[in-house]
């Protein structure tokens, strides 16, 4: 299903997007992904941002006001979410003023970068670990510290 980028959606995401950094960052970042996903999970959002729980559920709530999607709290073993109601990829490319037909997310796959994806064999850095750690728990980075004994 199309749909032309129409003022009651264009004019809040450009809004959003010329606003707020963190929302500008997330545009930005869906804009260069190479496939889409139907909804980010809220500690997903929180990791790919560097940004604590709540100011990712408070972003959510932005970008449903927005005309983006709707924000679902997890309930019953469900994660709090935002499923977006056309492409995350359009949405972010509309939002820095490109001209784009909204529409539906084709053949989407799970979030990417997921928190707690130590990426293989490789692991975590310590710097990641801290982050993921600061997200979960709502703190800043620079109140954790990790030493290693070995």
Do not use: H
């Not at 809004?15 to 963190?22: A, I, V």
């Not at 310590?126 to 620079?142: D, F, N, P, Q």
């Amino acid at each position: 299903m199309n749909f032309d980028v129409k003022d009651d959606v264009k004019k809040p995401i450009t809004s959003l997007y010329k606003k707020n950094e963190l929302a500008r960052n997330l545009f930005d970042k869906n804009a260069e992904r190479s496939r889409d996903t139907s909804a980010t999970s809220i500690d997903s959002l929180a990791w790919k941002l560097n940004i604590s729980r709540g100011d990712a559920v408070a972003l959510a709530r932005e970008l449903e006001a927005a005309g983006c999607g709707t924000f679902k709290n997890g309930r019953r073993g469900s994660k709090s979410r935002f499923e977006w109601a056309f492409s995350c990829i359009l949405l972010g490319k509309a939002a820095a003023g490109e001209q784009v037909q909204l529409e539906e997310p084709e053949d989407p796959q799970d979030d990417e970068d997921k928190p707690g994806d130590t990426g293989g064999a490789q692991g975590m850095t310590i710097a990641e670990a801290k982050s993921a750690i600061a997200i979960r728990l709502g703190i800043s980075t620079a109140q954790i510290e990790i030493s290693i004994k070995a």
